[in-house]
């Protein structure tokens, strides 16, 4: 039972260039979530989802793309690379009682 | 107003002793509530998730939740250097799809 898991680890971008964030769960969660968190600072939601085929943005949606064709997995897109995308960005499911993380892809836009 | 609210510290407390961390929110259908702890450079750890008015206790921690005054607190008794952390309060939104936001978090420091 791996949790959730996130890859990769660590990725620097150029401005302009794209790249997915992928997720995983093995927990069969309905709810995914994805936040960013600058240093220092709190965590704020991106996107989420409540099952395969459902998502919803969250605070600060623009500039990233979701999509859930599976309970497991839940992809985070981000389309032409800005530097304020730099960031942490962790993953989450969730059931009724409990909300697991990943350990998150940290990320740098140059 | 922001949606969870908390003091973003540093609240210092000598070892032993009991750490109180507070968390309002603004959505009052909110019905459910997570504690969690981040270690700096890690993912949030889950502590507690409570639901009920009152109290819920799980080892050293202490989850308290007042709906009517709409907020949740988390005491933590004989705290340990380790315990050194930034603690995050997020709450279940009410309605649509339930979203969970997050408070900036408060950061502890247990004082050996």
């Known amino acids: 039972n791996a949790g959730v898991t996130q890859t990769p680890k660590f990725r620097i971008l150029k401005i302009g260039q794209s790249m997915t964030l992928q997720c995983t769960q093995d927990?069969?969660?309905?709810?995914m979530y994805w936040y960013r968190q600058d240093p220092g600072m709190g965590l704020k939601l991106i996107y989420y989802?409540?099952?395969?085929?459902?998502?919803d943005k969250g605070e600060v949606p623009n500039g990233y793309n979701v999509s859930r064709s599976t309970t497991e997995d839940f992809p985070l897109r981000l389309e032409l690379a800005a530097p304020s995308q730099t960031s942490v960005y962790f993953c989450a499911s969730r059931s009724s009682d409990e909300q697991f993380f990943g350990p998150g892809t940290r990320l740098t836009v140059l | 107003q922001k949606e969870v609210e908390q003091n973003s510290g540093p609240l210092s407390v000598p070892e032993g002793a009991i750490a109180s961390l507070n968390c309002t929110y603004s959505d009052r259908g909110s019905q459910s509530f997570f504690w969690y702890r981040q270690y700096s450079g890690k993912s949030p750890e889950l502590i507690m998730f409570i639901y009920s008015n009152g109290d819920k206790e799980d080892g050293r921690f202490t989850a308290q939740l007042n709906k009517a005054s709409q907020y949740v607190s988390l005491l933590i008794r004989d705290s340990q250097p380790s315990d050194s952390a930034t603690y995050l309060c997020a709450v279940i939104n009410s309605g649509g799809y339930q979203k969970v936001t997050f408070g900036t978090g408060t950061k502890l420091q247990v004082i050996p």
């Open positions: 989802s409540v099952g395969a085929g459902i998502t």
């Open positions: 927990m069969n969660h309905n709810y």
